[in-house]
């Protein structure tokens, strides 16, 4: 991991008011130093959101997350180009997939870069980052626009990225878009207050709802 920027993991996920160990929608790529898939690309952090059939779902999940991590490591580029890169190929697999399985996914992802200096988000489709930092809490999704587009439909939506310093305890919560119907900001602080992350896992836990994330 980054020599400078320390990071604290923790994965939540909820089905039916119920933690669970499966979480087919998550990857976390914390290189060990000197054998970092490319130099300078910082930790990679993953969640993804898949929605269509049940019928090929698992594989459309690995698939995705192989495409973001593998374009992303891959990209010559810097971070931010890399990430967008590694959406837009998600788009555009996910496209592929459906024209030659006959299926109609669609999907929203969220990804978070860790190098020494700062964390780089992208986001497309409906998923929602929650940062809270000595800016307060701050809240980014594609959801915010009433006529977001989700990954792999007609159009390749917009691309959101997102830049914030690596400054000591801040607290970073990606989550599925099921987490909007239910979360306010009070929730949010409460859960946030402690820049530890099964804390901060164990307080999301709590308010036990119904979504997998």
């Not at 499966?22 to 970092?36: C, D, F, K």
């Not at 992802?109 to 929650?130: K, M, N, Y």
């Not at 999704?141 to 690596?166: F, H, K």
Request: with cysteine; net charge negative.
């Amino acid at each position: 991991m980054s020599q400078e920027l320390q990071t604290d993991i923790s994965i939540l996920s909820l089905a039916h008011g119920r933690r669970e160990r499966y979480t087919p929608t998550i990857r976390v790529i914390e290189p060990a130093a000197g054998i970092a898939p490319a130099a300078g690309k910082g930790n990679l952090y993953m969640l993804i959101e898949v929605d269509g059939s049940d019928q090929g779902r698992a594989r459309v999940y690995r698939e995705i997350l192989n495409t973001i991590q593998e374009t992303y490591y891959f990209h010559q580029g810097d971070v931010i180009s890399a990430l967008t890169a590694a959406l837009q190929a998600v788009h555009s697999h996910i496209q592929a997939y459906n024209r030659s399985h006959r299926t109609d996914f669609t999907a929203g992802v969220t990804c978070l870069v860790a190098t020494g200096a700062e964390i780089v988000s992208a986001q497309a489709g409906p998923t929602i980052l929650a940062v809270r930092s000595s800016h307060g809490l701050q809240w980014f999704s594609p959801l915010n626009d009433d006529d977001y587009v989700p990954l792999g439909a007609d159009t390749l939506p917009s691309i959101e990225i997102g830049q914030t310093p690596g400054e000591p305890d801040i607290v970073m919560v990606a989550m599925n878009s099921a987490w909007a119907n239910y979360l306010e900001v009070e929730v949010m602080l409460d859960a946030t207050s402690v820049p530890q992350s099964q804390a901060v896992a164990d307080q999301l836990a709590g308010v036990g709802i119904d979504a997998d994330e």
